[in-house]
Each structure stands twice: as structure tokens, then as C-alpha cells.
């Protein structure tokens, strides 16, 4: 069992940063690949960046490419998200979810991950 609590949250003006962490539970966290999420009202559930446990070759949604940057500390069992030039267009809840043993084709497809957080939620105002 994986728990994971996400935290960073905000209002936050066009252009402003914040930073998402995400702490986790258990004692395989470096068998999961930690990926961010997001729901903006109204819409779907949307991909935003994934990494998988060795740290390399972390994947972006093509809209936050340049500006977020996704990492994890596997010492400390935690994952962020550092949003930097956040727009409004960036406001939605944020989750983190951790999928076991993913594969490069899953880590980008929510239904394939395993546990989620409660979110947090990022609000960029105009």
C-alpha cells in the first residue's frame, strides 16, 4: 500500500511559481513511477509530467514543457513539481499518483497508476 499526500498549493499571480511536493509511504518507493496530474473545472483529468525511479527521462505534457520540471528525492521518499511563468490556464487540482513498475508506454496514461493523492489545489490568477 502506497499513501500520498500532496502539498504546495496556491493562488499565485500570472507568472509567479509555486512548488508541488508529494510525500509518500512505504518501503518500495523506488519500484513506482511518480507522475502529476491535473482537473480543471468543467474538464477531463489531464497528464502533466512523469518520472520513473532511476530520475532519468522525466516526460511533459507539451503546454508546460519549459516551464514545469518534475523531480523526486527516492532518499526521502518524496516527489515535486516546480511550476515556474504559471498562467491561468494552469489553474486546476494537482495529484500525484504512483504507478509500480511502469513501463515508458503507461507512464503518461492516468488509468495506469495506482494510487493517487487528494490533490491540491493551484489557482494563477490574470
Known amino acids: 500500500q502506497v499513501q500520498l499526500v500532496e502539498s504546495g498549493g496556491g493562488l499565485v499571480q500570472a507568472g509567479g511559481s509555486l512548488r508541488l511536493s508529494c510525500a509518500t509511504s512505504?518501503?518500495?518507493?523506488?519500484?513506482?513511477?511518480m507522475g502529476w496530474f491535473r482537473q480543471a473545472p468543467g474538464k477531463e483529468r489531464e497528464f502533466v509530467a512523469a518520472?520513473?525511479?532511476?530520475?532519468?527521462?522525466?516526460y511533459y505534457t507539451d503546454s508546460v514543457k519549459g516551464r514545469f520540471t518534475i523531480s523526486r528525492d527516492n532518499a526521502k521518499n518524496m516527489v515535486y513539481l516546480q511550476m515556474n511563468s504559471l498562467k491561468p490556464e494552469d489553474t486546476a487540482v494537482y495529484y500525484c499518483?504512483?504507478?509500480?513498475?511502469?513501463?515508458?508506454?503507461?507512464?503518461?496514461?492516468?488509468?495506469?497508476?495506482?494510487?493517487w493523492g487528494q490533490g491540491t489545489q493551484v489557482t494563477v490568477s490574470s
Open positions: 518520472i520513473p525511479w532511476s530520475n532519468s527521462n522525466a
Open positions: 512505504g518501503r518500495t518507493f523506488s519500484s513506482y513511477g
Open positions: 499518483a504512483a504507478q509500480y513498475l511502469p513501463s515508458i508506454g503507461t507512464m503518461k496514461i492516468g488509468s495506469k497508476y495506482n494510487y
